[in-house]
């Protein structure tokens, strides 16, 4: 079955990175693109960007240019995301969710969800 | 400014239908699908509906989604007590190239 496991918690410093990575199991990774959300306390989900695990396609949230990599290591079947210049409104969990395709060839946007790694930022 | 637009709180008694509204723009909701996650208090989100109305395997028949305009709408019906947990409605924004979240809705049964 499909899995999404993620590194554990951090605690940065403000001005620090932070680095989650995001191991897939379960299907072939290459065929499917990883998105990554995050989620502050008592806040709506927000989307950081995508990429594509097959051809290294990437794409950011205009909120997070500059500050986000994305990274893809096949050999390892992982995703990575840094987060840099991070600030206190960056403590959140953040989440890899994978696009899926059903049956029928159609996407299924985050059909599967990582268990969440939580990030705090607090000097 | 919210890019979608969720109530904060919906409530119904067991074995009812309750609808959950998400209000959107032309640049999302007018051009793109919508998708429907529940999170469970202490959980992750779960996806329950994508492309505006199909459910993922796994997913009851009790939970149907529907789209006008610039609006989509889910609905739960058989409410159980399990059913109580936060909904969020998601779609690609095309101004923002960006996906979108709505501010999420409390369903309390």
């Known amino acids: 079955q499909v899995q999404l496991v993620q590194s554990g918690a951090e605690v940065k410093k403000p001005g620090a990175s932070v680095r989650v990575s995001c191991k897939a199991s379960?299907?072939?990774?290459?065929?499917?693109?990883m998105n990554w959300v995050r989620q502050a306390p008592g806040q709506r989900l927000e989307w950081l960007g995508w990429i594509d695990s097959g051809n290294g396609d990437i794409k950011y949230s205009q909120k997070f240019q500059g500050r986000l990599t994305i990274t893809s290591d096949a050999s390892a079947n992982t995703v990575s995301m840094e987060l840099s210049s991070l600030r206190s409104e960056d403590t959140a969990v953040y989440y890899c969710?994978?696009?899926?395709?059903?049956?029928?060839?159609?996407?299924?946007?985050?059909?599967?969800w990582g268990q969440g790694t939580l990030v705090t930022v607090s000097s | 400014q919210s890019v979608l637009t969720q109530p904060p709180s919906a409530s119904g008694t067991p074995g009812q239908t309750v609808a959950i509204s998400c209000s959107g723009s032309?640049?999302?909701?007018?051009?793109?699908?919508v998708y429907w996650f529940q999170q469970l208090p202490g959980t992750t989100p779960k996806l329950l509906i994508y492309r505006n109305n199909r459910r993922p395997s796994g997913v009851p028949d009790r939970f149907s989604a529907s789209t006008s305009g610039t609006s989509a709408s889910l609905a739960i019906s058989g409410l159980r007590s399990e059913d109580e947990a936060v909904f969020y409605c998601?779609?690609?924004?095309?101004?923002?190239?960006?996906?979108?979240f709505g501010g999420g809705t409390m369903l309390t049964v």
């Open positions: 969710a994978r696009d899926g395709l059903d049956s029928s060839g159609y996407y299924a946007h985050f059909d599967y």
């Open positions: 379960g299907y072939t990774f290459t065929r499917f693109s």
């Open positions: 032309s640049s999302n909701l007018g051009t793109n699908f």
């Open positions: 998601a779609t690609w924004d095309d101004s923002l190239n960006a996906w979108v």
